[in-house]
Nanobody, 129 residues
Framework: QVQLQESGGGSVETGGSLRLSCTAS???????????MGWFRQSPGKKREGVAT???????VYGDSVKGRFIISQDNAKNTLYLQMNSLKPEDTAMYFC????????????????????WGQGTQVTVSS
């Protein structure tokens, strides 16, 4: 059974940095690259928001609110997805989730949470002003 586990969340001050990790277990080693994986976040009272992913060409794609500050990367040998978060702002405070699916639907959008059928339990990020 495939499972996703996030780690690396915590509390930082405005302008600080954190690095999140998402490790996929239950995959055949190295096969995580065959899945579409991404990062989402959700704060109380708000919709789950797509943060970053890799498109079909392997190019990183970001939500508008994190462009230029966050960097997504992947270590296929370790089946691990990362999210380097820099210049953090209070509005980045949220529970961050890792998500995966074998492939998006033909007209699906990467930031649509309903495209993904595998989710981690989340890791909390809190940014204080």
């Amino acid at each position: 059974q495939v499972q996703l586990q996030e780690s690396g969340g915590g509390s930082v001050e405005t302008g600080g940095s954190l690095r999140l990790s998402c490790t996929a277990s239950g995959y055949i080693a190295g096969s995580a690259s065959r899945y579409c994986m991404g990062w989402f976040r959700q704060s109380p009272g708000k919709k789950r928001e797509g943060v970053a992913t890799f498109n079909r060409d392997g190019v990183a794609v970001y939500g508008d609110s994190v462009k230029g500050r966050f960097i997504i990367s992947q270590d296929n040998a370790k089946n691990t997805l990362y999210l380097q978060m820099n210049s953090l702002k209070p509005e980045d405070t949220a529970m961050y989730f890792c998500a995966a699916v074998k492939r998006l639907t033909p007209t699906g959008h990467w930031a649509d949470r309903y495209e993904y059928n595998l989710w981690g339990q989340g890791t909390q990020v809190t940014v204080s002003s």
